[in-house]
């Protein structure tokens, strides 16, 4: 039997389960914690590339354990218009940004572009930028 659901307001269940999976990560690493976090130049704490990796693993954890026992995104329903597909738009933006940041990684580690002088992650996001406009003016286009 599927328990009953529970839906937490957006800021809640982001405010929990970060705390979750930050506690998580410190109580796993214990005195390597510090390894995988850094703070800035205004003294905000930040997650290192693999610290932000393992958080984000850890957030999909939290978040799998809430959903088993019912606790549930207020953004998440349970099917589509047509009552047949479920929805999950939390998960789905954690699935985009975990893409992102791996697509950061590579583009970082890329041995060829390595070889070109220049900033390389601004003349990509130069071409998308470039891409996103042509794309909404189509579909501006199309829609007037």
Known sequence: ?????????????????SELADYIMQEKLGDKYDKYVYQDDVGVYNYTKAGQDMFNNYV????????????????????DSNGNIW?????????????????MQEIEGDTV??????????????????????????NKDEHN
């Open 113 to 138: 572009l390595k070889t070109i002088e220049g900033n390389h992650l601004a003349g990509i996001f130069v071409q998308v930028k470039k891409q996103i406009n042509h794309y909404l003016k189509e």
């Open 87 to 103: 929805i999950n738009v939390q998960h789905r933006l954690s699935f985009y940004e975990n893409k992102f940041n791996t697509l």
């Open 1 to 17: 039997m599927k328990p009953d659901k529970y839906y937490i307001d957006a800021s809640s269940f982001l405010e929990v389960t």
């Open 60 to 79: 999909e954890e939290v978040e799998g354990y809430l959903d088993s026992v019912g606790i549930e995104h207020e953004d998440q329903e349970e099917t």
